[in-house]
Protein backbone atom coordinates (compact mmCIF):
# COMPACT_ATOMS: atom_id res chain seq x y z
CA UNK A 1 0.00 0.00 0.00
CA UNK A 2 1.08 3.67 -0.34
CA UNK A 3 0.08 7.07 2.11
CA UNK A 4 0.11 9.69 0.00
CA UNK A 5 -0.35 13.28 1.63
CA UNK A 6 -1.36 16.34 -0.34
CA UNK A 7 -1.23 20.09 -0.03
CA UNK A 8 -3.07 22.49 0.44
CA UNK A 9 -6.41 20.33 2.06
CA UNK A 10 -8.66 23.38 0.67
CA UNK A 11 -7.88 26.74 -0.69
CA UNK A 12 -10.07 29.63 -2.21
CA UNK A 13 -8.79 31.64 -4.38
CA UNK A 14 -9.28 34.61 -6.64
CA UNK A 15 -10.01 34.22 -10.24
CA UNK A 16 -6.97 35.03 -12.88
CA UNK A 17 -4.08 33.72 -10.09
CA UNK A 18 -2.34 30.19 -9.72
CA UNK A 19 -2.36 27.53 -7.51
CA UNK A 20 0.41 24.49 -7.46
CA UNK A 21 -1.10 21.12 -5.20
CA UNK A 22 1.70 18.93 -3.85
CA UNK A 23 1.15 15.60 -3.27
CA UNK A 24 3.67 13.31 -1.56
CA UNK A 25 3.71 9.22 -0.85
CA UNK A 26 5.69 7.53 1.26
CA UNK A 27 7.22 5.27 -1.28
CA UNK A 28 8.81 5.51 -4.21
CA UNK A 29 6.18 5.08 -7.19
CA UNK A 30 6.77 4.63 -11.24
CA UNK A 31 3.59 6.36 -11.88
CA UNK A 32 1.43 9.24 -10.29
CA UNK A 33 -1.61 10.33 -11.62
CA UNK A 34 -3.68 13.60 -11.11
CA UNK A 35 -7.52 13.75 -11.10
CA UNK A 36 -10.17 16.39 -11.12
CA UNK A 37 -13.83 15.63 -9.00
CA UNK A 38 -16.03 18.61 -10.20
CA UNK A 39 -19.08 19.22 -8.00
CA UNK A 40 -21.16 16.14 -8.07
CA UNK A 41 -19.32 14.58 -10.64
CA UNK A 42 -17.03 11.40 -10.70
CA UNK A 43 -13.54 11.33 -10.95
CA UNK A 44 -11.74 12.57 -14.42
CA UNK A 45 -7.80 12.05 -15.28
CA UNK A 46 -5.93 15.26 -15.91
CA UNK A 47 -2.46 13.53 -16.40
CA UNK A 48 0.05 10.92 -16.04
CA UNK A 49 3.17 11.83 -14.43
CA UNK A 50 6.10 9.60 -14.95
CA UNK A 51 9.20 10.86 -13.53
CA UNK A 52 11.99 12.09 -15.65
CA UNK A 53 9.80 13.15 -18.28
CA UNK A 54 6.90 15.24 -19.59
CA UNK A 55 3.35 14.03 -18.37
CA UNK A 56 0.78 13.10 -20.58
CA UNK A 57 -2.67 14.72 -20.79
CA UNK A 58 -5.62 13.66 -21.28
CA UNK A 59 -8.10 14.99 -23.96
CA UNK A 60 -9.54 18.10 -22.81
CA UNK A 61 -6.11 19.13 -20.62
CA UNK A 62 -3.27 21.28 -21.42
CA UNK A 63 -0.36 21.88 -20.31
CA UNK A 64 -0.75 25.57 -20.33
CA UNK A 65 -3.47 25.17 -17.70
CA UNK A 66 -2.22 22.42 -15.47
CA UNK A 67 1.47 22.41 -16.00
CA UNK A 68 2.61 19.77 -13.63
CA UNK A 69 6.13 18.62 -12.29
CA UNK A 70 7.58 15.62 -11.09
CA UNK A 71 10.77 15.99 -9.52
CA UNK A 72 11.13 12.33 -8.10
CA UNK A 73 9.71 8.81 -6.99
CA UNK A 74 7.69 10.83 -4.23
CA UNK A 75 6.43 13.69 -5.26
CA UNK A 76 4.65 15.85 -7.80
CA UNK A 77 2.98 19.11 -8.13
CA UNK A 78 -0.26 19.88 -10.52
CA UNK A 79 -0.32 23.80 -10.62
CA UNK A 80 -3.96 25.00 -11.81
CA UNK A 81 -3.16 28.58 -14.27
CA UNK A 82 -5.08 31.54 -14.68
CA UNK A 83 -8.42 29.97 -12.58
CA UNK A 84 -11.84 30.38 -13.21
CA UNK A 85 -14.60 29.38 -10.91
CA UNK A 86 -15.25 26.56 -13.54
CA UNK A 87 -11.87 25.42 -11.91
CA UNK A 88 -13.59 24.98 -8.92
CA UNK A 89 -13.09 21.43 -7.65
CA UNK A 90 -11.51 18.65 -6.13
CA UNK A 91 -8.00 17.31 -7.20
CA UNK A 92 -6.83 14.16 -6.41
CA UNK A 93 -3.37 12.64 -6.74
CA UNK A 94 -3.08 8.71 -7.12
CA UNK A 95 -0.37 6.00 -7.60
CA UNK A 96 -0.63 3.00 -8.78
CA UNK A 97 0.05 0.34 -6.13
CA UNK A 98 3.11 -1.62 -7.25
CA UNK A 99 2.27 -5.68 -7.91
CA UNK A 100 -1.36 -5.18 -6.34
CA UNK A 101 -3.07 -3.49 -9.52
CA UNK A 102 -5.06 -0.39 -7.30
CA UNK A 103 -4.69 2.87 -7.34
CA UNK A 104 -4.36 4.52 -3.67
CA UNK A 105 -5.36 8.04 -3.73
CA UNK A 106 -4.68 11.31 -1.85
CA UNK A 107 -7.29 12.85 0.62
CA UNK A 108 -7.75 15.54 -2.28
CA UNK A 109 -7.25 19.56 -2.18
CA UNK A 110 -10.65 21.32 -2.69
CA UNK A 111 -10.14 24.40 -4.51
CA UNK A 112 -12.44 26.92 -4.82
CA UNK A 113 -12.74 29.96 -7.44
CA UNK A 114 -13.64 33.23 -6.70
CA UNK B 1 -11.39 4.45 -24.32
CA UNK B 2 -13.29 2.69 -21.35
CA UNK B 3 -17.34 4.01 -20.73
CA UNK B 4 -18.46 3.05 -17.11
CA UNK B 5 -21.97 3.47 -16.39
CA UNK B 6 -23.79 3.10 -12.76
CA UNK B 7 -26.95 2.79 -13.25
CA UNK B 8 -28.18 4.45 -10.19
CA UNK B 9 -27.08 8.35 -9.10
CA UNK B 10 -28.65 7.97 -5.51
CA UNK B 11 -29.89 4.58 -3.48
CA UNK B 12 -31.87 5.15 -0.48
CA UNK B 13 -32.10 2.16 1.88
CA UNK B 14 -33.56 1.33 5.37
CA UNK B 15 -30.61 0.41 7.84
CA UNK B 16 -30.46 -3.37 8.24
CA UNK B 17 -31.65 -3.85 4.44
CA UNK B 18 -29.60 -5.30 1.62
CA UNK B 19 -28.48 -3.20 -1.50
CA UNK B 20 -26.69 -3.61 -4.55
CA UNK B 21 -25.15 -0.85 -6.40
CA UNK B 22 -25.26 -1.58 -10.38
CA UNK B 23 -22.07 -1.17 -12.20
CA UNK B 24 -21.55 -1.90 -16.60
CA UNK B 25 -18.59 -1.09 -18.64
CA UNK B 26 -18.41 -0.88 -22.29
CA UNK B 27 -15.22 -2.99 -23.23
CA UNK B 28 -15.41 -6.69 -23.99
CA UNK B 29 -11.66 -6.87 -23.46
CA UNK B 30 -10.19 -8.31 -20.41
CA UNK B 31 -10.53 -5.53 -17.60
CA UNK B 32 -9.81 -5.13 -14.33
CA UNK B 33 -12.41 -3.96 -11.79
CA UNK B 34 -12.82 -1.87 -8.45
CA UNK B 35 -14.65 -0.08 -6.75
CA UNK B 36 -14.37 2.60 -4.20
CA UNK B 37 -15.75 4.31 -1.56
CA UNK B 38 -15.56 7.55 -0.53
CA UNK B 39 -16.99 8.96 2.53
CA UNK B 40 -17.85 12.66 3.12
CA UNK B 41 -14.95 15.10 2.57
CA UNK B 42 -12.67 12.15 2.20
CA UNK B 43 -10.25 10.45 -0.15
CA UNK B 44 -11.36 7.43 -2.28
CA UNK B 45 -10.84 3.79 -0.13
CA UNK B 46 -10.59 0.70 -2.08
CA UNK B 47 -13.57 -1.81 -1.20
CA UNK B 48 -12.65 -4.29 -3.50
CA UNK B 49 -11.24 -5.69 -7.05
CA UNK B 50 -11.57 -8.41 -9.55
CA UNK B 51 -8.55 -8.90 -11.47
CA UNK B 52 -8.98 -12.93 -12.40
CA UNK B 53 -10.42 -16.17 -10.92
CA UNK B 54 -13.72 -16.20 -8.85
CA UNK B 55 -16.38 -14.09 -10.43
CA UNK B 56 -17.77 -13.55 -6.92
CA UNK B 57 -14.99 -10.85 -4.94
CA UNK B 58 -15.14 -10.33 -1.45
CA UNK B 59 -14.33 -6.88 0.43
CA UNK B 60 -14.06 -4.36 3.15
CA UNK B 61 -16.85 -4.01 5.71
CA UNK B 62 -19.51 -6.97 4.50
CA UNK B 63 -19.03 -5.72 1.14
CA UNK B 64 -19.28 -8.56 -2.12
CA UNK B 65 -19.39 -7.64 -5.69
CA UNK B 66 -20.04 -10.18 -8.29
CA UNK B 67 -18.20 -9.83 -11.87
CA UNK B 68 -20.13 -11.17 -15.44
CA UNK B 69 -18.41 -11.04 -17.84
CA UNK B 70 -21.18 -11.70 -20.71
CA UNK B 71 -23.22 -9.20 -19.02
CA UNK B 72 -19.88 -7.19 -18.79
CA UNK B 73 -21.14 -5.61 -15.05
CA UNK B 74 -19.77 -5.45 -11.71
CA UNK B 75 -22.76 -5.06 -9.14
CA UNK B 76 -21.64 -4.31 -5.70
CA UNK B 77 -23.84 -5.60 -2.59
CA UNK B 78 -24.00 -6.01 1.05
CA UNK B 79 -26.86 -8.33 2.73
CA UNK B 80 -27.18 -6.04 5.68
CA UNK B 81 -26.33 -2.14 5.52
CA UNK B 82 -25.68 0.24 8.30
CA UNK B 83 -25.72 3.98 8.77
CA UNK B 84 -22.22 4.02 8.74
CA UNK B 85 -22.02 2.87 5.22
CA UNK B 86 -23.49 6.11 3.94
CA UNK B 87 -21.02 7.39 1.43
CA UNK B 88 -20.53 7.73 -2.30
CA UNK B 89 -19.75 4.84 -4.23
CA UNK B 90 -17.66 4.28 -7.51
CA UNK B 91 -16.90 1.45 -9.77
CA UNK B 92 -13.73 1.94 -11.85
CA UNK B 93 -12.09 0.10 -15.08
CA UNK B 94 -8.87 -0.49 -16.02
CA UNK B 95 -7.46 -1.96 -18.91
CA UNK B 96 -3.77 -1.82 -18.16
CA UNK B 97 -3.57 -1.57 -14.22
CA UNK B 98 -2.51 2.44 -14.63
CA UNK B 99 -5.72 4.27 -16.26
CA UNK B 100 -8.48 3.97 -14.33
CA UNK B 101 -11.89 5.01 -15.95
CA UNK B 102 -14.74 5.92 -13.64
CA UNK B 103 -18.62 5.54 -12.82
CA UNK B 104 -20.35 8.86 -12.04
CA UNK B 105 -21.04 7.55 -8.42
CA UNK B 106 -23.69 5.52 -6.51
CA UNK B 107 -24.54 8.00 -3.29
CA UNK B 108 -25.90 5.36 -0.80
CA UNK B 109 -27.84 6.87 2.21
CA UNK B 110 -28.56 4.70 4.37
CA UNK B 111 -31.68 5.96 6.81
CA UNK B 112 -32.50 4.21 10.47
Known amino acids: SAVISQKPSRDICQRGTSLTIQCQVDSQVTMMFWYRQQPGQSLTLIATANQGSEATYESGFVIDKFPISRPNLTFSTLTVSNMSPEDSSIYLC???????????FGPGTRLTVT | AQSVTQLDSQVPVFEEAPVELRCNYS??????LFWYVQYPNQGLQLLLKYLSGSTLVKGINGFEAEFNKSQTSFHLRKPSVHISDTAEYFCAVSEGFNKFYFGSGTKLNVKP
Open chain 1, 94 to 104: SVDGTGDHEQY
Open chain 2, 27 to 32: SSVSVY
